[in-house]
């Protein structure tokens, strides 16, 4: 399954509830995005079908190892890009907006030369 952007919105958030919390169900993910309880319910479904999450039978949820790969390396790209930009001079609130859409289109190349630019500074 390809993943949209969405889809790895719903990863990266999983991957930063689950380190806030050890038990983590879709009402939490509502909660934390301000999604309607239907949106998110057909997300983790889609998720789970594609074999990015799984959810027990007590209904909490859990990246699987392919979920967790693919929302640490957005959340990498997020942590990393909202950096760089606030090192640009750009406020956190408007690095933060730009990183998440950022964080989705750029090649691994790009991404890799920015972070070696950052790094190097």
Known sequence: MNLQESGE????????????KPSLRSIDIVEHLGYSKPSVSRAVNLLKNGGFILIDENSFISLTE???????????????????????????ATADFDACKIEH?????????IKKFYESL
Do not use: C, P
């Open 66 to 92: 392919t979920g967790r790969e693919i929302a640490q390396k957005i959340y990498n790209r997020h942590t990393v890009l909202t950096a760089f930009l606030e090192k640009l001079g750009i406020e956190h």
């Open 105 to 113: 289109v750029i090649s691994d190349e790009s991404f890799d030369a």
């Open 9 to 20: 919105m719903y990863l990266e958030t999983i991957l930063i509830l689950s380190k806030e």
